[in-house]
Nanobody, 123 residues
Framework: VQLQASGGGLVQAGDSLRLSCGAS????????MGWFRQAPGKEREFVAA????????LLADSVKGRFTISGDSAKNAVYLQMNNLRPEDTAVYYC?????????????????WGQGTLVTVSS
């Protein structure tokens, strides 16, 4: 499985960005997908996840009310709409996927990782 993320860039505080991630290769129609991020000098952290089986989503407290995760299960694609961006959102954002039914797995220890896309938010 290969995950390809895109959509990062340089924006100003308060702006919006939409990240996209598509899965290719040996795909599985029911894999859950999610986003993580890693800021300079910090550990990678969970941002958002979506479950195709139940349609549920999870969001980190730090992004609730500003970020939305959505996707297209038929395309194994996931999107992260980021609004009202803050300088502390600056990070490399990674797409992830996992075939386990529980959304908790993709939100904690996903099996597959994509390459990152850099989001830089200036103040």
């Amino acid at each position: 499985v290969q995950l390809q993320a895109s959509g990062g860039g340089l924006v100003q505080a308060g702006d919006s960005l939409r990240l996209s991630c598509g899965a290719s290769g040996r795909t599985f129609s029911r894999s859950n997908m999610g986003w993580f991020r890693q800021a300079p000098g910090k550990e990678r952290e969970f941002v958002a996840a979506i479950s195709w089986s139940g349609g549920g989503t999870l969001l980190a407290d730090s992004v609730k009310g500003r970020f939305t995760i959505s996707g297209d299960s038929a395309k194994n694609a996931v999107y992260l709409q980021m609004n009202n961006l803050r300088p502390e959102d600056t990070a490399v954002y990674y797409c992830a996927a996992d075939p386990e039914d529980s959304i908790v797995v993709v939100a904690s220890t996903p099996l597959y990782w994509g390459q990152g896309t850099l989001v830089t938010v200036s103040s």
